[in-house]
């Protein structure tokens, strides 16, 4: 089923990070509507710039975050939230903040996008297992999948403002690009686990 059939109200979390802001233009590209949220007041003008409505707010706020995303009233709400470092050998520190993001920001946004009675939720996931975080990454696909979302494993990330951006990374991988291109379809898909990757022979 393709995302762009009709025009959609979309709330997308994570509209800063590497994915998201390239998702951005394409979907408002594609007619949509979208509610683009960050955690930093500095990245307000810059969504907005980019055609979107800003929404400032930080995802472990459940309350504020409820009401952003009812007060919008979202088909979709798309959750591209990471609390990653800016280099690859920082990730062991950032380990914790990430898996919160992937057990308590998951819930607060899946709980969010229930009381807006949001038709389509589309989540972030990996293609990989990190060391020691099968737990958390079934948790969070766990939550998605009970909702009638979709779960999206991307492989890893390289290309500009990614950890590889001048190498290429083992399998399973995928440019950063092709991410955000090929998870547009996928918003309105059928509940389910999907993942995004090269074939072996990329």
């Known amino acids: 089923m393709s995302g762009q059939s009709a025009p959609l109200r979309i709330f997308l979390a994570g509209a800063s990070g590497v994915i ?9 590209a594609a007619g949509h509507t979208v509610a683009a949220m ?50 690859a050998d920082r990730i062991p520190e950032f380990a914790a903040r990430n898996a919160r993001i992937r057990t308590e920001g998951t819930r607060n946004l899946v709980a969010a996008a229930v009381a807006a009675g949001t038709r389509h939720f589309l989540a972030q996931s990996i293609a990989w297992v990190s060391s020691g975080g099968a737990a958390v990454l079934e948790e969070h696909e766990d939550q998605v999948l009970k909702i009638g979302g979709v779960v999206v494993r991307y492989g890893q990330l390289y290309g500009p403002d990614t ?19 090929e998870t547009v379809p996928l918003i309105t898909a059928a509940s ?6 090269e074939g072996d022979e990329a």
């Open 38 to 87: 960050t955690r930093s007041e500095g990245k307000r003008e810059l969504l907005a710039s980019m055609g979107a409505q800003p929404v400032v707010c930080d995802v472990f706020d459940a309350g504020a975050l409820r009401d952003a995303v009812v007060d919008f009233r979202p088909d979709a709400v798309l959750h591209q939230l990471t609390d990653l470092p800016d280099t």
């Open 163 to 181: 950890f590889y951006e001048e190498s290429i990374p083992a399998h399973p991988r995928i440019h950063v690009d092709a991410a955000a291109r």
């Open 192 to 197: 389910g686990v999907v993942v995004l990757a």
């Open 20 to 28: 998201g802001i390239r998702l951005l233009p394409l979907l408002l």
